[in-house]
């Protein structure tokens, strides 16, 4: 199964606070897992990726957390703010292939 | 070119007319990608081209999509006798060589509307 859920749909996060992205899949052949940021009237933009040997990667106020176990991870974006409003995707690839799978996307709105 | 172009960026046509949307990839691009995302919807792969490889279609949904891609370069994805489930933005994105898996760059994207 070539699939990645994520959750949740939409989230409403305050000025200041942590937003909370989470996603999951079923297949243990990924070994990339890209996040993807997309404002109003554009494309995706690559924000920041991880390899499953590892746990976390932090860019700025942005970190991926990873659990290889449960087969899930999640973007933290700390200190949220108005700027970061915007449809946020999670993804997983493989590097025998290069089709990336993209989950179902999260609108988030920081309220100020 | 500095980025990935697509045309038109807006496209409003009539149920049953066929169209035909446009994407300059980034130069020195070998792999070009075409996905499609629906109102509130993930981003859906249609079709991936990979230098002179066969490309895989496997993401299209109907014998009315095709896409081909000339000179290595320029891609055109044609969608026949158009339905209003074709709605949708469409996607175009390239990749360097042997990068695909790691990231594409995307274009902004053509925004059909089928009335």
């Known amino acids: 199964q070539q699939q990645v859920k994520q959750s949740p749909q939409s989230l409403i996060v305050q000025k200041g606070g942590i937003s909370i992205i989470n996603c999951a899949y079923e297949n243990t052949a990924f070994d990339y897992f890209p996040w993807y940021q997309q404002f109003p009237g554009k494309g995706p933009a690559l924000l920041i990726a991880i390899r499953p040997d590892v746990s976390e990667k932090k860019e700025g106020r942005f970190t991926i957390s990873f659990n290889k176990s449960a087969k899930q991870f999640s973007l933290h974006i700390m200190d949220s703010q108005p700027g970061d409003s915007a449809t946020y995707f999670c993804?997983?690839?493989?590097?025998?292939?290069?089709?990336?799978?993209f989950g179902s996307g999260t609108r988030l709105s920081i309220r100020p | 070119g500095a980025g990935v172009s697509q045309s038109p960026s807006n496209k409003v046509t009539e149920k049953g007319k066929d169209v035909e949307l446009r994407c300059d990839p980034i130069?020195?691009?070998?792999?070009l990608y075409w996905y499609r995302q629906s109102l509130g919807q993930g981003l859906e792969f249609l079709i991936y081209f990979q230098g002179n490889s066969a490309p895989d279609k496997s993401g299209l949904p109907s014998d009315r999509f095709s896409a081909e891609r000339t000179g290595g370069s320029v891609s055109t994805l044609t969608i026949q006798r158009t339905q209003q489930e074709d709605s949708a933005v469409y996607l175009c994105?390239?990749?360097?060589?042997?990068?695909?898996?790691?990231?594409?760059?995307f274009g902004s994207g053509t925004r059909l509307t089928v009335v």
């Open positions: 994105a390239s990749s360097s060589p042997g990068q695909g898996y790691y990231g594409y760059t």
């Open positions: 993804a997983a690839s493989y590097s025998s292939a290069s089709k990336i799978i």
């Open positions: 130069s020195g691009h070998t792999a």
